[in-house]
């Protein structure tokens, strides 16, 4: 194996260069990150990183893959859903707005100002979200699309998954223009169930109790 790391960008192609006695064969740990064919020429998709594993039946070798994104419009949360709020709060300091239920900060980057989370009833984290200035709009587009798989649009709303599908996506990313001056970018997890599709995600209504929450929240901005 002459190299064994390159890093590319989302829709990159490599040929990994190996030579064998044997046969070579390609798998990828992740295919979220990249593909690999049975040549090995690998396609680089999301952002991330994943490894193609190269093996002759004697001896195995790794290649690493690393996909590094064009836009880096703003920093998305490092958080988890389940997360306490103190814990938020602790990273992220004192709250510009708070609800009952959620927490705002209004000076989190130039393109994303306002950063908002909402909590359970035990103050864990269920959801987040940022507001991006619409001057961002082709960024935005590209932002996304390096990062998280489109899965659909229904009534001006834009839907991707951290997966290559519903049924093995965690979160979904829900994009919606807000005003005039800012879109807002939803962060939910995925529901909890093998039987999750396209089109329940699509229809779900609980993508408008989280906006409706989101809009309270921003009602209590300081």
């Keep these: 194996l002459e190299v064994s790391e390159k890093t590319l960008y989302s829709g990159d192609k490599y040929q990994i260069e190996a030579t064998s006695?044997?046969?070579?064969?390609?798998?990828?740990?992740?295919e979220y990150h990249a593909e690999v064919s049975e040549t090995g020429l690998v396609t680089a998709r999301f952002v991330g990183e994943t490894n193609v594993l190269l093996s002759n039946g004697e001896d195995?070798?790794?290649?690493?893959?690393?996909?590094?994104?064009?836009?880096?419009?703003?920093p998305e949360p490092d958080v988890k859903f389940g997360d306490s709020k103190s814990s938020i709060v602790a990273k992220f300091g004192t709250p510009d707005g708070e609800t009952s239920s959620g927490i705002l900060y209004d000076d989190y980057s130039d393109a994303a100002p306002i950063l908002m989370f909402l909590f359970d009833s035990n103050d864990k984290l269920k959801s987040y979200a940022v507001m991006?200035?619409?001057?961002?709009?082709?960024?935005?587009?590209?932002?996304?699309?390096?990062?998280?798989?489109?899965?659909?649009?229904?009534?001006?709303v834009f839907f991707f998954i951290?997966?290559?599908?519903?049924?093995?996506?965690?979160?979904?990313?829900?994009?919606?223009?807000y005003d005039i001056s800012y879109w807002q970018i939803m962060y939910i997890p995925m529901p909890n169930t093998s039987t999750s599709t396209k089109?329940?995600?699509?229809?779900?209504?609980?993508?408008?109790?989280?906006?409706n929450a989101f809009d309270e929240l921003l009602k209590h901005l300081k």
Excluded: C, H
């Design 162 to 177: 951290n997966g290559l599908n519903t049924t093995t996506a965690t979160m979904a990313i829900v994009l919606q223009l």
């Design 132 to 156: 991006v200035r619409s001057i961002y709009s082709s960024t935005l587009a590209e932002f996304l699309s390096e990062r998280y798989m489109p899965i659909g649009e229904k009534d001006g």
């Design 60 to 74: 195995t070798k790794n290649f690493r893959v690393i996909v590094k994104p064009k836009s880096n419009l703003y």
């Design 21 to 30: 006695k044997a046969a070579i064969n390609y798998t990828v740990e992740n």
């Design 199 to 211: 089109s329940a995600l699509l229809k779900s209504s609980k993508n408008r109790t989280e906006t």
